[in-house]
Every structure is written in structure tokens, then in C-alpha cells.
């Protein structure tokens, strides 16, 4: 079956733009989560949606957001960027349990300059 | 969050065993010990979990202590594709996927 898909898988943004990030999950998974990787703070829990509802949110600040929709393909989106928001964006899905192993994307890879 | 402790990095040869060991002292009872692993521009990859019993699957094996504070994920004839760093982590309980991520260990395959 298709893998978890996430696009764009490259984009270059400017201060203050803002930019969506687009997660379609395995088919029949449920949960949708979203990581930030970056070479000084390494993998980052941003947030996880299950059924349309966000379940968890990692330490980041209001500009960072998402939401998922009834197929349950979710988009994060970051306004007003900053220099610091460069990094892959992960996405990961599962079928929403606790034991239940994570399958990740290829990431988007966001610029910002 | 739970936290574990794994080496920076280490070194194998080409289809020699490969043992990457991961300290986890506060684990909790319910806490499930997972291991991923991240290939160079890709994303993370599962590759095990257990929870008390030491587990085997197609890709490793994963060994436990009996007091769980540690755990052992073997890699039975390393190849070079299984250069990569591999991640031990704690599932959080509580009905979420979140996971929390150290830095852990790359591993460097030597033909």
C-alpha cells in the first residue's frame, strides 16, 4: 500500500511569510503527527490529530498550527516565519494506538530566508 | 517525558553483529521501549518495540532487562545499509503518538 505522502518536499519562504505543509497518511490510519527536525535540537514532537481532533501538542509557540480533515489528511501551517523555523517537517501516521508503530514521510524541507 | 541515554556513535564491520545499547531508568511499568531508525535523508523508520519479553522481528532483535531500566537492540549480521542513527524511545502513555526523541547513536558500517 502507498506510504505516507507529504508535500511540497522543498520550499524556500521569507521572514514573515507564512507556509502550509500538506500530509496525506496510509490508508485507514486514523492518527496524523507532525515533527520538526533540526541539527541542534534534533527530532521535536509539534502535534498529533486523531479523528479531526488534535490529541497532543508538543512545546511550540501559536504560530505553528494544523488541523486534519475527515479523510484524514492533515496540514500544518507556520505563519509569520522566522529565520529559526528552517528544518524537515515530518509527518507520521498510525493506526492511533499506543503500541502501534509511526510510518514517516520523506519530510518537507522548509527554507527560510 | 521519559528520557534514555544512548551513545553518541559507534562502528561495526560489514556482517558483524551489532549491539547499540539504550539506558531508560525511569521508565515507567506501562512504558513500551521502541526503536527507530533514520537512514541519511529519509525519514524515521520503525524497526522494533517491546515492552518486558525480549522481542525478534525480520529486521533485529531487541533485549530487555529484567529490571527494564535498559534495553539492547542487536542487529545480527550488519550490513551498510543499516548505516543510519538509531533512536531508543519510550512511548508516552496516555493515548497519543507522540514521541520523544534523544539524539541518538549513529552507527557507522565499515566494509
Known amino acids: 500500500k502507498a506510504g505516507v505522502t507529504q508535500t511540497p518536499r522543498y520550499l524556500i519562504k521569507t521572514r514573515g511569510q507564512q507556509v502550509t505543509l500538506s500530509c496525506s497518511p496510509i490508508?485507514?490510519?486514523?492518527?496524523v503527527s507532525w515533527y520538526q527536525q533540526t541539527p541542534g535540537q534534533g527530532l521535536q514532537f509539534l502535534f498529533e490529530?486523531?479523528?479531526?481532533?488534535?490529541?497532543n501538542k508538543g512545546n511550540f509557540p501559536g504560530r505553528f498550527s494544523g488541523r486534519q480533515f475527515s479523510n484524514s489528511r492533515s496540514e500544518m501551517n507556520v505563519s509569520t516565519l522566522e529565520l529559526g523555523d528552517s528544518a524537515l517537517y515530518l509527518c507520521?501516521?498510525?493506526?492511533?494506538?499506543?503500541?502501534?508503530?509511526?510510518?514517516f514521510g520523506e519530510g518537507s524541507r522548509l527554507t527560510v530566508l | 517525558d521519559a528520557k534514555t541515554t544512548q551513545p553518541n556513535s559507534m562502528e561495526s564491520n560489514e556482517e558483524e553483529p551489532v549491539h547499540l545499547p539504550c539506558n531508560h531508568s525511569t521508565i515507567s511499568g506501562t512504558d513500551y521501549i521502541h526503536w527507530y531508525r533514520q537512514l541519511p535523508s529519509q525519514g524515521p523508520e520503525y524497526v522494533i518495540h517491546g515492552l518486558t519479553s525480549n522481542v525478534n522481528n525480520r529486521m533485529a532483535s531487541l533485549a530487555i532487562a529484567e529490571d527494564r531500566k535498559s534495553s539492547t537492540l542487536i542487529l545480527h549480521r550488519a550490513t551498510l545499509r543499516d548505516a543510519a542513527v538509531y533512536y531508543c524511545i519510550l512511548r508516552v502513555q496516555g493515548g497519543s503518538e507522540k514521541l520523544v526523541f534523544g539524539k541518538g547513536t549513529k552507527l557507522t558500517v565499515n566494509p
Open positions: 507520521a501516521s498510525s493506526s492511533g494506538t499506543e503500541t502501534g508503530e509511526l510510518f
Open positions: 490508508s485507514g490510519h486514523r492518527s
Open positions: 490529530y486523531f479523528s479531526e481532533t488534535q490529541r
